[in-house]
């Protein structure tokens, strides 16, 4: 890919950016947020039309108008939302917009393929499970798979460890590695800078849609990387100040919650936080903690067990009840269920404390104080926006999260429950949003960080719990001196002790 | 080289389009009117130009687009604000009748000889009677996610049929000379009219009705409540608010404000309880509130329009003899040009040209050197 650019309305997402894949290798490519990866990608794979530049595969000039033509050129790409049919078969989803088949489907040989391209690459499916069936670890094995299906050579995967645990993550990175070995070239989009580090060959570093460099991964560092993204140094280690944690704040006793869809989704869950400490909660996602979460402000009933706040009995109260206590809750779904994104920046930093004063009176709405107000929010938690009454669904993710958690976090509440705060976002949000969420802890509150990424909840909780089908496997009490393989077994279903037991016996301590 | 036409969604809507959008949509909708009217046998201009004259050219063709224009404003009030919820109560011609109902009733078994005591009671019982129709399905609803859409429009059948049992059945004048109607209310149950005109009291509720929704949408706590949960329902359950709760007020309000709609039509123009007593204002003001994009203000303005279409269809039905249903066509016209015309509010359309290789000159003269 040669000078490409492209702009949407006003906005220039690649300026003359050049990019290239070389059979065999692991091509990272790094940027916060609006950097303009996507764009290119999307480029590459045919979504997106360049407004100038070339694009050549293997010397060849090449013009895609769809992705149909991007894959009849070898090229493949798994997103992040994989384009699977839930209601149909792998197989059946392998072939999926596939031409030239014959109308009687030869189901034996596409299956055999499969068999025989899952053992070569270590991608195990089962060809007849249904795709709902599977979990988001095999679901991707799948996507991947369907590429290979379709012989793609340059296979682009984006942020694809963000919904693994790390066993996962481990296995999916042997099997690029056989890729690349075979010749295959991979295109890594990531925000992880160790994983980066670990598999690429060399990395595209991408900021405000400029090319700032591509560099041999061996000879550069995680901070050289993070300083080219963001354009200064940056501070990875985060200051944590030793606290004694105060009383509990939240306790839960053996709480039980069903899911969406009626199945169980958290059962017994006990624990409590305390004043001053962060309670992490590690898992895959889609193990019952956000509907933990839920349960533990009132958004999801409760079927048994009981919640108290300082000792106070809020077994199934009503939302506003907890949230006229200070528990505070920040969504991962921001712009579902956090956020009203046709409504202003004005009216969405109310959304908590619209029926107090001094924002309202005598139920009248003072929409000077609440534009005062949102002033406020938006310089203290830097919110990027261009007014006060843009509709927050035109803002971008990092500057989401950024209003909500000020809005969260300005009451000084006395429990924050934050799911997936730091979930796609760049460098320096991740950064500020860890940073309040310790000043929160600070400031006496309790909190509780589900998360992914296992580095954030290391360095951040004070206690960590794995979460896994909707049991707890166990409380970590000290977490950064647990082996990781430890939790990584946690998270698969085992018990804290076993885990434990285990690994220390394997001797492999890290 | 081929022309290829891209849709872009606009991350801002343009203030002026506030403006040109739906100008130009009600210009090409009278266009097409106008090319239908033609294939009618008439002159486009004539018809237009005898409902300009007929609703607005005098002072009693003014009175009678004022006259429609009353229950359509109360009415469509009624429904934008469900609608603001994101609550389709398509339920507002059954309302009326319900309104309507429990207003003869009072004046039947609760009659009181005093203007103000008669006008409270009947006000009372109409919006109770409407609101308590729509709450029904508003219930559901919240309880049990019934397709209000569903029983509402159904309750519109029950509430017809109600009435209709009433004017054929029990309370027909035996006067009437077996037409289906009730007697004549006593003066004392008559909404006063003004000026010599048919424009009763009501026309003070459809103004009043409006202002008070704008301010509460705008300004109070409650109108913000209603705007989070038709906007995102899962954030207002987030923010605390209680969704079932406000479903059945908002369709107890809304259906509050049709059955008074219907009322002050009963007592303030017909007088009498009778078949066939909502001309399908309902129906119509749920036009009038998408055409005014659920602005209580822009409802009065579309009201009055609304009227002038109704009163001008009726003169063209006897001057031009064209028939009822040439009327509904134009303003179905209306709504689907000027819907229509929203979608150009949020994305934009751009002509691409194929064909050209995508190295703009500039860049490959970058290259060339």
Known sequence: MEKITKRFTGVTANLDVDFDVRPGEVHALLGENGAGKSTLMNILYGLYRPDSGTLAVEGRDVSF?????????????????????????????MILGLEGLPS???????????????????????????IWQLSIGEQQRVAILQMLYRKANILVLDEPTAVLTPQEAERLFETVRQMTSEGHGVVFISHKMDEVMALSHRVTILRKGRLIGTVETASTTK????????????????????????????????????????????????????????????????????????????????????????????????????????IHYIPADRKGTGLVPNMNVSENSILKRYWNRPVSRKGFIDWKEVFSFARGLVSRYNVSTPSMETPVRNLSGGNLQKLMLGR????????????????????????????????????????????????????????????????????????????????????AGTPAEEALASILQGGTRS | MKLSVKIEPRLETPRMLGFVIPVVSLAAALLSGAVFLFFLGVSPFQAYSTIIRSSLGDAYGLSETVVKAIPLAMSAIAVMLSFTMLIWNIGAEGQIFMGAIAAAASVRYFFVDNHIAMFAIMFAAAGIAGGAWAAIAGYFRARWSVNEIIT??????????????FVYGPWRDPASLGFPM??????????????????????????????????????????????????????????????????VLVMFISGAIAGIAGMCELSGLQGRLQHGFSGGYGYTAIIVAWLARLHPIAILTVSFLMGVLLVGGETLQIVMRLPLSSMLVLQGLILFFVLGGEFFRKFRIRILSEGVPITQPTSSEKEGK
């Not at chain 1, 009687?104 to 249904?130: C, F, H, N, Q, T």
């Not at chain 1, 796609?424 to 310790?438: I, N, P, S, W, Y």
């Not at chain 2, 509402?152 to 209709?164: E, I, P, S």
């Open chain 1, 104 to 130: 009687l489907l030869p189901k034996r040989e596409i299956r055999e393929r499969i068999l025989e391209l899952s053992s070569r690459y270590g991608l195990l499916v089962y060809p007849d499970a249904k």
């Open chain 1, 408 to 491: 969260e976090l300005s009451d000084s509440p006395i429990a924050v429950l934050a799911v997936h705060p730091t979930w796609g976002l760049d460098v320096a949000a991740t950064k500020f949003v860890r940073e309040q969420l310790l000043a929160a802890r600070g400031a006496g509150g309790a909190v509780l960080l589900v998360s992914e990424d296992l580095e954030e909840l290391l360095s951040m909780s004070d206690r960590l719990a794995v979460m896994c089908k909707g049991e707890i496997m166990g409380i970590l009490e000290s977490p950064a001196d647990t082996p990781v393989e430890a939790i990584g077994l946690m998270m």
């Open chain 1, 223 to 326: 901070e050289k990387l993070a300083e080219m993204m963001i354009g200064r140094k940056m501070i990875f280690q985060i200051e944590k100040e030793a606290l004694t944690p105060g009383r509990p704040v939240l306790e839960c006793a053996s709480v039980c919650a069903l899911g969406d869809r009626g199945i169980p989704a958290v059962s017994h869950a006990t624990f409590m936080i305390r004043e001053r400490e962060i309670m992490g909660i590690a898992g895959v996602a889609g193990n019952g903690q956000q509907e933990l979460c839920e349960t533990l402000v009132g958004l999801r009933k409760v079927e048994s067990g009981s919640i108290r706040v300082n000792g106070e009995e809020l077994t199934n109260s009503f939302p506003k009840t907890f949230i006229d206590k200070g």
């Open chain 2, 152 to 165: 509402t429009l159904m309750l519109n059948y029950v509430a017809m049929n109600l009435l209709n049992y």
């Open chain 1, 65 to 93: 108008s769809s992705p149909r033509d991007a894959i009849a050129a070898g090229i493949g790409m798994v997103h992040q939302h994989f384009m699977l049919i839930p209601s149909q078969t792998v197989w059946e989803n």
């Open chain 2, 182 to 247: 009730t007697a004549p209310f006593p003066d004392a149950a008559r909404l006063p009219s003004f000026w010599g005109t048919r424009i009763h009291a009501g026309l003070f509720l459809a103004i009043l009705l409006p202002l008070v929704f704008w301010v509460i949408l705008r300004f109070t706590r409650w109108g913000y409540e209603i705007r989070v949960m038709g906007e995102n329902p899962k954030a207002a359950g987030f923010a605390g608010m209680s969704y079932i709760k406000n479903v």
